[in-house]
């Protein structure tokens, strides 16, 4: 089982339409959880962090973290041809981060 | 705050040669940068832990003697990729965090094509 998982997509959603991108992660002690945007040839770009149970809003983005199913979430509102782009859920280790493979998300205009 | 800068954003080298990639924090102190590759099309791939004053740790499979890792500094982490090879063209990014509680921040990379 990896340490962070998420489906590779590509997720399509058409512009003004919610996306959804999900996040499993295996370690039931970590505490820290992130989500990066990533253009193509760009390096990861900060979008949400979330450290506990809840959901956490700002601007269009809302982040949900369930520890107990050890699941996160990243909601973006309104989608715009502009947030495609591949989406990197990250998990804070003991040492370093664990990184998923990332969900291309394409947001049809 | 918490600016990662990465330098170069790309070198084209020979094959053979070596090359040094640079990494500074801006405005927060780092103890630790983090040194990820990336191919196209592919996941982010941790190579290396940089360790202020320390020796880096190395990832499996990473080779330390020809990815030489220098943190001399609480806000310089140097990457040389040594005698390098066509197929260590990559995307090279580094990253640090100001402290356990903030996320990891991350230079803008190194587009490396070795010829």
């Known amino acids: 089982q990896k340490e962070v998982e998420q489906n590779s997509g590509p997720l399509s959603v058409p512009e003004g339409a919610i996306a959804s991108l999900n996040c499993t992660y295996s370690d039931r002690v970590s505490q820290s959880f992130f989500w990066y945007r990533q253009y193509s040839g760009k390096s990861p770009e900060l979008i949400m962090s979330?450290?506990?149970?809840g959901d956490k809003e700002d601007g269009r983005f809302t982040a949900q973290l369930n520890k107990a199913s050890q699941y996160v979430s990243l909601l973006i509102r309104d989608s715009q041809p502009s947030d495609s782009a591949t989406y990197l859920c990250a998990v804070r280790g003991t040492y370093k981060y664990i990184f998923g493979t990332g969900t291309r998300l394409k947001v049809l205009a | 705050g918490a600016v990662v800068s990465q330098h170069p954003s790309w070198v084209i080298c020979k094959s053979g040669t070596s090359v040094k990639i640079e990494c500074r924090s801006l405005d927060f102190q780092a103890t630790t940068m983090f040194w990820y590759r990336q191919f196209p099309k592919q996941s982010l791939m941790l190579m290396a832990t940089s360790n202020e004053g320390s020796k880096a740790t190395y990832e499996q499979g990473v080779e330390k003697d020809k990815f030489l890792i220098n943190h001399a500094s609480l806000t310089l982490s140097t990457l040389t990729v040594t005698s390098a090879h066509p197929e260590d063209s990559s995307f090279y990014i580094c990253?640090?965090?100001?402290?356990?509680?903030?996320?990891?921040?991350f230079g803008n990379g190194t587009r490396l094509t070795v010829t």
């Open positions: 990253s640090a965090d100001p402290d356990t509680n903030s996320p990891l921040h």
């Open positions: 979330i450290y506990s149970n």
